[in-house]
């Protein structure tokens, strides 16, 4: 089955400076790939999904690389700000359920 | 305009007793999907609700049930809860029209002792 899990458990970056977060997923027919952000407390917070037809796309500070020769699925934040501090997922969507994986903690060091 | 609601914010519960949990998705959305978040892990999903019928599961049993009532609104009811079932329970909703992206409340932090 389809399953997603990130390379690092936790990520330390300094305020101001780019943080890219690697995510790696078994093989799926996925019709789109998902970054949450989950502050303490709060429910996942959608950032920016990708269509399994992409292999970039860009939002507001961050950015998404998907490369399906490899599996492997990235999120990219430009000028990390404290407000960034919290655990990220990705997910992959398929059959209209979302599947997680276990999250990375970002620390933004000052 | 609100966002997806959960009830109540927190919850203790003793082991064999049941549980209900409530969510109001965000409006416009018609389809309700829960999930299971154990403490360090990612969201497990548990059903999925839409047209008042349950439209998938996840590997959840059936001690784990759900409803959705007309105006979209959905329970979660867990009989028999065991100490395993602590957990923050979320509901993400959605439009069945477009592909489902989580808009996810802040969920219900059920306690079982």
């Known amino acids: 089955g389809e399953s997603v899990g990130l390379h690092l458990p936790t990520l330390s970056v300094q305020e101001g400076d780019n943080s890219i977060i690697n995510c790696a997923y078994s093989?799926?027919?996925?019709?789109?790939f998902i970054w949450y952000k989950q502050e303490s407390g709060k429910g996942p917070q959608f950032i920016i999904d990708?269509?399994?037809?992409?292999d970039k796309r860009q939002g507001q500070r961050v950015t998404v690389l998907l490369n399906k020769t490899v599996k492997h699925l990235s999120l990219q934040i430009a000028a990390t700000q404290p407000g960034d501090s919290a655990v990220y997922f990705c997910a992959l969507g398929k059959d209209d359920k979302i599947i997680f994986g276990k999250g990375t903690r970002l620390h933004i060091l000052p | 305009d609100a966002g997806v609601t959960q009830s109540p914010t927190h919850l203790i519960k003793t082991r064999g007793q049941q549980v209900t949990l409530r969510c109001s998705p965000k409006?416009?959305?018609?389809?309700v999907s829960w999930y299971q978040q154990a403490l360090g892990q990612g969201p497990q999903f548990i059903f999925q609700y839409y047209e008042e019928e349950e439209r998938q599961r996840g590997n959840f049993p059936d001690r784990f049930s759900g409803h959705q009532f007309p105006n979209y609104s959905s329970e979660l009811n867990v009989n028999a809860l065991l100490l395993g079932d602590s957990a923050l329970y979320l509901c993400a909703s959605s439009w069945a029209g477009t592909r489902n992206l989580g808009y996810f409340g802040p969920g219900t932090r059920l306690t079982v002792t």
């Open positions: 093989n799926s027919a996925s019709d789109y």
């Open positions: 990708i269509r399994s037809n992409m």
């Open positions: 409006s416009g959305h018609d389809t």
